[in-house]
Nanobody
Framework: QVQLVESGGGLVQAGGSLRLSCAAS????????MGWFQQAPGKEREFVAS????????YYADSVKGRFTISRDNAKNTVYLQMNSLKPEDTAVYYC???????????????????WGQGTQVTVSS
């Protein structure tokens, strides 16, 4: 069992930056694939970024490529999402997700993940 707690959300102006953090419990964090998803009001939860534990490969949604960066610090059991050049359309609740199942090279679907955090709100004003 893994518990995930997100932090770092808030209100920022368009063009600004935020760094989200997701702290994970458990001693085997380093063997979990980690991902970030976003859910805007009235919309489905959507993939943002993921990082593979095996070789550290990262994968991004087209909408955030070049602006967001996912990274992990296994010593701190934490995964980060650095968000730069934020846009109003990035406004959403951001969720951290984890899985230790190996189901491919890239982890971008909700069904690939087994554990979810409670979410942190990101609001980008224009």
């Amino acid at each position: 069992q893994v518990q995930l707690v997100e932090s770092g959300g808030g209100l920022v102006q368009a063009g600004g930056s935020l760094r989200l953090s997701c702290a994970a419990s458990g001693r085997t964090f380093s063997s979990y694939h980690m991902g970030w998803f976003q859910q805007a009001p009235g919309k489905e939860r959507e993939f943002v970024a993921s990082i593979n534990w095996i070789d550290g490969s990262t994968y991004y949604a087209d909408s955030v490529k070049g602006r967001f960066t996912i990274s992990r610090d296994n010593a701190k059991n934490t995964v980060y999402l650095q968000m730069n050049s934020l846009k109003p359309e990035d406004t959403a609740v951001y969720y951290c997700a984890a899985t230790n199942r190996n189901s491919g090279s890239y982890y971008y679907t909700l069904s690939q993940y087994d554990y979810w955090g409670q979410g942190t709100q990101v609001t980008v004003s224009s």
